[in-house]
């Protein structure tokens, strides 16, 4: 009679395990040590029970690349099924976003603090080869994850210099190579992001460098935090994992769900107001792509605050079905918003109307005018597209909410 057997992983927090994942017939459970007092996420609190496949799924699983060629790539490096979420952790979870780890039960605990940042310098030639082998070669060979359906790899910069981690060191920084299928989305990202910080939005540091002929967009990392030159992991998490859905599922989150996350943050009422600049933001700019896995929350000590600002760029200047990816009151699509449908996702979010009208009317008013700063700056040819459309878009939006 065979008998199966039952694989477990040590989950670390800040370098201390905090609970053991288990694998058995395909399915994931997940159980808090006694002695657990800080939760991994909203949607696992720190419980005596445990947790089963379903709930682990939407956390744990959410972690890992949704990337189907570099699932493939890293099924076959590691000999694993592409789609076993359990064995790909155990093969990169070694570094994931925000400050949890997957080890062997077996590995010495390391307690994580701000430590200096270790990285192994690579030339312009090494670092050119490095992007163009992303496809076959994810995350540089590393043991590191990261989430999300784009080709993307973290690095260290050190002394303004491109390293790959040394020693277990904390990454700092994104590298997101060109996303092949979509007219120059380095530069799109890096106006959209900019022009993001000129309206007032809390954004990360971005750039865009070149390995050579290769650009690349360049962003640091918010689930980090630096003093005194030394650098220490935050705990985050997305939406999608706040809410224990799926990532497949991550185009169902509704704007209602954000509620029901921010209203768990340390300071509500200023997260929304940041979480409704950013929803109008993403519409005016043409982004139909903020699902739910585009917004997130950050740990620190005792507080949990909304993140920074990412993945933001215009879809609309490309060729695609352009839904928005959460519907703005019951409009789909951009063209469609009424000043009625503002209403309805003040409403979902437990706001006064008043608050996003004011906001959208701002920003209708000086988006333009620092979106071209932006593209003068990098005069890129996708910029002046980009430009294009919000300008139309402001103007049209003007029409249908009866702004003078």
């Not at 077996?106 to 701000?114: C, D, I, K, S, T």
């Not at 993307?152 to 491109?162: A, G």
């Not at 929350?297 to 507080?303: A, F, M, R």
């Not at 009317?361 to 910029?383: C, F, H, S, Y």
Request: hydrophobic fraction near 40%; include cysteine.
């Amino acid at each position: 009679m065979e008998t199966r057997e039952i694989k477990k992983l040590s989950v670390r927090l800040y370098g201390k395990e905090v609970g053991i994942l288990k694998e058995y017939k395909g399915k994931m459970r997940f159980k808090y040590n006694d002695d657990a007092q800080n939760p991994l996420s909203l949607s696992l609190p720190v419980i005596k029970e445990v947790y089963p496949e379903k709930i682990c799924k939407a956390y744990f699983g959410g972690l890992l690349p949704e990337h189907e060629e570099t699932r493939k790539t890293l099924a076959i490096k590691y000999k694993i099924s592409e789609n076993n979420d359990f064995a790909l952790l155990a093969a990169i979870g070694h570094d994931c976003a925000g400050a949890v780890t997957f080890h062997e039960l077996n590995e010495p605990q390391v307690l994580q603090e701000f430590v200096e940042v270790k990285g192994e310098f690579l030339t312009d030639e090494e670092l050119w080869k490095h992007i163009k082998d992303l496809p076959v070669k994810p995350y540089l060979g590393r043991r590191m994850s990261l989430a999300g359906a784009q080709e993307k790899t973290p690095v260290c910069v050190i002394d303004n210099k491109i390293a790959l981690p040394l020693d277990g060191s904390p990454t700092t920084h994104i590298l997101k190579p060109p996303v092949r299928r979509f007219e120059q989305s380095v530069a799109n990202e890096y106006i959209c992001i900019e022009t993001a910080r000129l309206i007032g939005l809390n954004v990360p540091k971005t750039e865009i460098r070149y390995a050579l002929d290769t650009e690349f967009f360049l962003i640091q990392r918010y689930d980090r935090v630096e003093k005194n030159g030394k650098i220490m992991r935050l705990q985050q998490e997305d939406f999608t994992q706040a809410l224990g859905v799926w990532v497949d599922n991550k185009y169902k989150v509704t704007f209602r769900d954000c509620f029901q996350v921010l209203n768990q943050t340390s300071r509500p009422a200023l997260d929304k107001m940041n979480f409704i600049s950013r929803v109008i933001l993403n519409y005016l700019i043409g982004n139909c792509d903020a699902h739910g896995k585009n917004f997130s929350l950050v740990y620190t000590g005792s507080s949990i605050i909304f993140s920074p600002a990412y993945d933001i760029l215009c879809t609309s200047v490309y060729d695609l079905d352009n839904t928005m990816a959460m519907k703005i009151g019951k409009a789909k699509y951009i063209q469609e918003v009424t000043q009625k449908d503002w209403q309805i996702f003040a409403k979902d979010l437990e706001v006064a109307p008043s608050l996003a009208i004011e906001e959208l009317q701002r920003q209708i008013n000086v988006l333009p005018d620092m979106l071209e700063q932006i593209v003068n700056k990098t005069d890129a040819e996708i910029g002046h597209k980009i430009l294009d459309f919000v300008i139309k878009n402001c103007e049209s939006s003007n029409k249908r909410l009866n702004f003078k």
